[in-house]
């Protein structure tokens, strides 16, 4: 996503000091922090109860899971500004397990899901999503964003005559849509009024001062499930230590670590595009499964990085650890005292929120570009969005990065051709252009006549390289066609990394203290086994 439109979705910057880093310090920044922190707790709760409902597991667990998850990653994760929480990428996965073996199988799953994910933390596991394309993650951006819009309907339904869940007709279709559409009025004028308090802070308070002023029936917060509770306590699952259980959880577990990781790493690149930060992938690994063991001992349904919410947090200014603290702190002082006030809250105010972090997460530059990129890339944003809306997450981002891989793969392989010239000696010299890899070994051996070539042939490698162990088996068995010919091989210009492949492999190249400074290789006769000089 270009940083002009990422810098879009972040809003104001602000107070910064001399050296340009926040000051949490500062009075201006401790309200914008504490206020975003009270925006994105209201948007938290709705989303955690309606995520336990997916789980199959009641209200309390998954708000649990918000509450543990976002305040521990908020102190230790890798990126400040980032908020974690249940998820529903990881409940439609958990229903299963829940519903077959119940939820105390889910809290050890939890346990071994975090442990899973410290140890990719320690084995910096994080650096490999370097390699996600960037049109892989236009189609995260864009399929996530159609996601949470698709979750905002089920809003829009009620209880019919018949206990059946059906769509809203008539006058409470109307007002829903209308209390939605205030809400994102407020949202969208407020930033130009005053920057005093977050936009989506500002339309919530005033369609629920609206709808509870004036008694109009609107679906509620309450109307959900009831938010109330204690502090959640310490609690070992009551499991059966077997390896009949060890079978049931750790798959679970393990898909669950890399769903998790791969959102959590994802919404920690896109956060660090807006906020202008880096690094942290491996810390944000290792507080996520921090935060998902001790989560699975006090009774939660474990969680990873939340990109709406965290898309609220920094729209609304957000930037230190502090608003992903206080809004976990907020969420916990819901549960416990003030939860007849936030269950008044109306639906159509959270939902309006969420609409607007639509708006600000697709990324709307993908619907000019499409036309200009080249068609593979197209493919593959497309293909990401569709499956991240119809499949989930983790599936599509490996989907488009196989995709993108064998694209460049096949492209590459594609590209390997020679220019060929006969010096006055009489031997033909042939110029390797390309990579020599798995891929284009077939048309490697294309550029070859062993029967009709001269007695002398020099293949120059100067603008090629050899990659893998299928590259040296192709060079390999061109050199014994042309042994079988009597005639002689010459391999000239292998760089260093190629000579170390070919050493390595204990083929064709040895050390030579001939070797050039500059990184290439000297001559090397196949037929003879002999070394020329130096280039």
């Known amino acids: 996503m270009p940083r002009a439109t990422l810098a879009a979705l972040a809003g104001r910057l602000p107070f ?7 000051s949490p310090f500062n009075p201006l920044t401790l309200k914008t922090e504490l206020l975003s922190g009270l925006t994105v707790a209201l948007a938290l709760v709705p989303e955690a109860v309606a995520f336990a409902f ?5 209200p309390l667990v998954g708000l649990y899971a918000a509450f543990m998850v976002g305040l521990i990653t908020s102190v230790f994760g890798g990126r400040p500004g980032m908020i974690s929480g249940a998820t529903g990428a990881l409940a439609v996965v958990m229903v299963a397990l829940v519903a077959q073996h119940g939820v105390e199988y889910l809290f050890a799953t939890v346990v071994l899901m975090g442990v899973f994910q ?4 320690i084995f910096r596991l994080g650096k490999f999503m370097r390699l996600v394309p960037h049109p892989v993650m236009l189609g995260f951006v864009n399929g996530l964003a159609i996601v949470i819009f698709l979750a905002q309907l089920s809003q829009f339904k009620h209880a019919g005559a018949d206990g059946a869940t059906v769509w809203m007709t008539g006058s409470p279709l109307i007002m829903m849509l209308g209390l939605v559409v205030v809400t994102m009025a407020i949202i969208w004028v407020m930033p130009r009024i005053t920057g005093a308090i977050p936009a989506p802070l500002a339309g919530i308070a005033v ?9 109009i029936d609107v679906p509620r917060v309450g109307d959900l499930a009831s938010i109330e509770g204690g502090l959640p306590s310490f609690h070992l699952p009551m499991i059966p230590l077997t390896m009949e259980t060890l079978e ?8 669950l670590a890399a769903i998790g990781l791969i959102e959590s790493l994802l919404t920690l690149n896109l956060v660090g595009e807006i906020t202008g930060e880096r690094g942290g992938a491996s810390r944000e690994c290792m507080a996520q499964g921090a935060a998902n063991v001790v989560t699975g001992f006090f009774g939660g349904m ?3 990085a939340m990109i709406g919410q965290s898309m609220i947090n920094v729209k609304s200014g957000g930037r230190t650890r502090l608003s992903g603290i206080s809004a976990a702190l907020f969420l916990l002082a819901f549960i416990l005292f003030a939860s007849s006030l936030i269950e008044q809250i109306p639906l159509a105010a959270l939902v309006g929120v969420m609409f607007m972090v639509v708006i600000g997460t697709f990324a709307w530059q993908t619907l000019k570009i499409m036309r200009r990129i080249p068609l593979t890339d197209a493919m593959v944003i497309v293909l990401v969005t569709v499956v991240t809306v119809f499949s989930d997450l983790a599936v599509a981002v490996v989907v488009g990065v196989i995709v993108s891989a064998l694209a460049y793969a096949w492209n590459n392989a594609t590209r390997i051709h020679a220019r060929a ?5 009489g031997a033909r010299v042939l110029q390797i252009e390309g990579p020599l890899f798995f891929g284009s070994t077939d048309g490697f051996a294309e550029l070859f006549n062993p029967a009709d070539d001269p007695q002398t042939v020099i293949v120059d490698f100067m603008n090629s390289r050899v990659v893998d162990q299928s590259a040296l088996q192709a060079i390999e ?10 005639k002689t091989l010459v391999l000239r210009h292998l760089s260093h990394d190629c000579h170390r492949l070919l050493n390595r492999a204990g083929q064709l190249m040895v050390d030579s203290d001939d070797d050039p400074d500059y990184g290439i290789a000297v001559d090397y006769s196949v037929k003879t086994g002999a070394f020329g000089g130096g280039h």
């Open 207 to 215: 369609v629920a001062a609206l709808v509870i002023g004036f008694g």
């Open 248 to 255: 049931i959880i750790v798959p679970y577990a393990l898909i």
């Open 477 to 486: 068995d061109i050199a014994a066609k042309y042994e079988a010919q009597g």
């Open 118 to 121: 410290i140890l990719a933390g």
């Open 16 to 22: 910064t000091g001399r050296d340009g880093n926040l």
């Open 54 to 58: 997916v789980a199959g597991v009641h």
């Open 421 to 425: 010239h006969v010096t006055p000696e």
């Open 302 to 304: 474990g969680g990873c």
